[in-house]
């Protein structure tokens, strides 16, 4: 399939839109077919989030004893000062600003604008290297504390499975995610994608603000709640 | 010819903007515990601010706002299912910890 000529019948708005995309015969989609798979991708991941969080909610409903506050447990002194959840405030700065300069990297990429393009890539790894120490640095403090997957010293129990489990495998899409803007960013660089296109670059961003929204509702429902 | 042929192409104000506003929606929310509100202002606040973050994150910066309807519906309406099992969970819990003060608690 020729997919570089673009059909114009890509342009009824709306439901009738919706209608001509599934029914004609042609490809349903109007997108490079990367993008669309880091959608569906994406779309998996959340269910996975999704029933990580549920997981959290069921446990914490069920549980008899009381529920560490997270609050207290995630305040920390600095210059005298007790500060409740300061760390994970700070940590949810770095990823929204990491979002934010992803964003431009889009942008200024299809623009052709390669310099710019990989000085902002670089930036957004750079924050999210700098988030992942961040949270190495929480959990050693926590595991430090006494919390273990099987108790913590402040009541139920299940609050250090949960902990582990959802902000663990968060880290680890970020830590994948910054590998990944490290390599397309390479790439960029060298110039790889004169020919075939900036889409890579929106893919990668995708992926990257995908990692950004998902640590607003851990940041809500765990650290709020 | 479609966006998608020339990628998505917005002017660089809109991305900054969404930033500053994530920063203020982020900051509220953290306010929120700082004040240690509790109870009902609590949690409707906690979910309207996350509701607003996540939403500008997947509008703005993910484009999904500007994408066709098709898209949409395919990235949408399986959240349906996600409800539901929030629902039938939070059901089961509730289960859970009745049956647990029956049987554990003295």
Do not use: C
């Not at chain 1, 000529?5 to 708005?13: C, G, K, N, Q």
């Not at chain 1, 269910?47 to 549920?54: E, R, V, W």
């Not at chain 2, 900054?16 to 509100?37: E, P, Q, T």
């Amino acid at each position: 399939m020729d997919t570089g000529s673009h059909d114009d019948s890509y342009t009824a708005p709306g439901v009738r839109g919706m209608v001509a995309d599934w029914a004609a015969d042609k490809q349903a989609f109007d997108m490079p077919w990367g993008k669309l798979m880091m959608w569906i991708f994406l779309l998996s991941d959340t269910f996975i989030f999704s029933i990580f969080l549920t997981s959290y909610m069921n446990v914490r409903l069920s549980a008899t004893d009381s529920w560490p506050n997270a609050s207290e447990v995630f305040a920390l002194e600095i210059f005298g000062h007790h500060l409740p959840l300061i760390l994970i405030a700070i940590m949810t700065f770095v990823l929204i600003t990491s979002s934010g300069t992803m964003a431009m990297a889009v942008n200024f990429a299809y623009r052709r604008d390669r310099r710019k393009t990989v000085w902002l890539m670089a930036a957004t790894a750079l924050l999210g290297a700098s988030f992942v120490g961040m949270q190495a640095f929480e959990w050693t403090k926590l595991i430090e504390d006494g919390v273990r997957p099987w108790g913590n010293p402040w009541g139920a129990a299940q609050f250090g499975s949960a902990f582990f489990m959802i902000t663990g495998f968060h880290g680890l899409h970020v830590s994948a995610g910054v590998i990944y803007l490290a390599i397309v960013a390479r790439k960029v660089a060298r110039g790889d994608y004169e020919q075939k296109g900036y889409a890579i670059v929106e893919i990668a961003g995708l992926y990257w603000h995908f990692v950004d929204l998902v640590w607003v509702f851990i940041f809500a429902f765990f650290y709020l709640w | 010819m479609s966006e998608a042929a020339t990628g998505q192409q917005h002017p660089i104000g809109i991305y900054l903007k969404i930033w500053a506003l994530l920063f203020v929606l982020s900051f509220f929310s953290y306010l929120v515990d700082y004040f240690h509100l509790q109870g009902f202002w609590r949690w409707s606040l906690i979910l309207l601010f996350m509701f607003l973050k996540a939403g500008f994150i997947v509008a703005i910066f993910m484009h999904l706002g500007w994408e066709r309807l098709s898209l949409k519906y395919v990235l949408l309406l399986p959240l349906v299912a996600i409800l539901v099992l929030i629902a039938l969970m939070a059901i089961e819990g509730d289960y859970t910890f009745l049956t647990r003060q029956q049987f554990f608690d003295t």
